[in-house]
């Protein structure tokens, strides 16, 4: 590769291309391969999209093996530690931090958005109790674009801002109608004086008037919603921009992402590292179940441990780790076997050579579950909490796609290992 130039040149048996290089601003740039077919008659083969970047965004930025995010350049530390949600929120829709008067308007449009319709409140009723949240959250979403659809111009500024305030805003009315439809309770209301985050656990709990919130839980609530926010071109953000490069109804896309999320390699792996606990019972067991997730012909998984894209720490999980000790000393019951095993098993990990050679650190679900099973959210509910703080990062992105001038649709190619071209032979021939 030659920086100079900026291309590479791409030699085959009978011919030689240049490609150029696109530079980014921060991190590796990338070939442009959009002329490879045309030039060669060749695809480049990339399972799962790995070392393929699939648009143009200023939104997020991940160094993976230096554990790195950042939200329009600014760390997730310093925001985690310093900012708010909704003000994270204003960062990635707007790319600059709001001022006193910004963020009070900000707020203003999201709480105005803060009502659901009669036909949507209705949806929950044919929901079984046993219904899995996630299924209600993509459902209950989806259903939204029978309500705003037509006269939507996906491509208009003024329909774009119109759907990011209202998608944020409905979002946390959909899970709290979620979270009180199974637990046969009624929902709290929305409370000016509160935060974000406060009346999030408001519309949760808030309907027993002896309800208090607990400051410690709001701001571990917050902190959760800031490091989910988002994370570059994942696979839910990407599937709301794939179906969205179709022109779909945006909320439609959304339910896309949500429906990508539920996937326990993705964010329904907070769910299913508290069932892993559940399993591994207790610290005595640990060793058993270390033996079981090295050993490739046992299908337990160690969940909670590795991440597709950071090679180091993943920077949230330690956020989420310090968080989880203020709240289970919140509820004095920093002996809580759960946490003690998930301590254990930390620590055992990392100093095991098997998974310091994979890199196979803890990463933000590892402690996130604990967090909301003690605030008295249950296990199925984690993934719904992970899509509430994700959906102003589906939102974004899908905004910025939109704005691109010369937006195509996805339209990933395959390498075919299928049959040749054959003759059909009739029925009674065969």
């Known amino acids: 590769m030659s920086s100079k130039n900026k291309s590479v040149n791409l030699t085959s048996d ?29 695809f480049t083969f990339d399972p799962a999209y790995s070392t393929t970047a699939s648009c143009v965004s200023h939104v997020t930025y991940i160094d993976g093996d230096e554990g790195i995010l950042e939200y329009r350049g600014y760390p997730i530390e310093q925001l985690a530690a310093k900012s708010t949600y909704l003000e ?10 709001p001022s006193v008067n910004n963020l009070q308007e900000f707020r203003s449009q999201v709480k105005a958005n803060m009502i659901l319709p009669e036909q949507t409140k209705t949806l929950f009723q044919g929901f079984d109790e046993s219904a899995h949240p996630m299924a209600m959250l993509t459902t209950s979403i989806a259903s939204l674009s029978s309500l705003y659809h037509e006269g939507i111009d996906v491509k208009n500024y003024k329909h774009q801002k119109e759907f990011f305030f209202n998608v944020l805003g409905k979002t946390p009315i959909l899970v709290a109608n979620i979270f009180n439809h199974r637990n046969h309770t009624n ?10 985050a406060e009346n999030i656990l408001r519309l949760f709990f808030g309907g027993d008037t002896n309800y208090e919130i607990n400051p410690v839980f709001a701001k571990a609530l917050d902190i959760l919603l800031v490091l989910h926010a988002d994370h570059e071109q994942n696979c839910s953000t990407s599937s709301v921009r794939l179906a969205g490069s179709s022109g779909t109804n945006p909320y439609a896309a959304i339910a896309a992402g949500v429906a990508a999320l539920w996937g326990p390699a993705h964010g329904g792996a907070n769910e299913a590292v508290v069932k892993m606990f559940g399993e591994i019972e207790s610290k005595e067991n640990i060793s058993k179940y270390i033996a079981k997730a090295k050993d490739k012909n046992d299908r337990f998984r160690l969940m909670g441990f590795g991440h597709r894209v950071y090679k180091n720490f993943d920077p949230r999980a330690t956020i989420i780790r310090e968080e989880c000790h203020k709240v289970l000393n919140a509820l004095e019951n920093n002996n809580n076997p759960m946490f003690e095993l998930a301590q254990e ?34 296990k199925e509910m984690f993934t719904v909490m992970f899509a509430l703080a994700r959906t102003v990062g589906w939102a974004t992105h899908w905004c910025e796609m939109m704005a691109q001038p010369k937006l195509k649709i996805g339209r990933p190619r395959q390498l075919y290992l299928g049959e040749e071209r054959r003759n059909y032979i009739s029925i009674d021939q065969r």
């Not at 490609?19 to 991190?27: H, M, N, Q, R, W």
């Not at 709290?188 to 509160?194: A, F, H, K, M, T």
């Not at 990990?349 to 249950?378: H, K, T, W």
């Open 14 to 42: 009978s011919s030689s291309i240049e490609l150029d290089i696109k530079e980014a601003s921060v991190g590796p740039s990338v070939v442009d391969l959009k002329n490879l077919y045309k030039e060669t008659g060749l």
């Open 88 to 97: 994270v929120a204003y960062l990635l829709f707007n790319g600059e931090l």
């Open 187 to 196: 929902m709290g209301q929305y409370d000016e004086d509160l935060t974000y």
């Open 345 to 378: 098993l930390e620590q055992i990990a990392l100093q095991d050579e098997y998974f310091i050679e994979r890199n196979l650190y803890p990463n933000v679900d590892f402690y996130s579950g604990i967090i909301y099973q003690a605030m008295g959210l249950p």
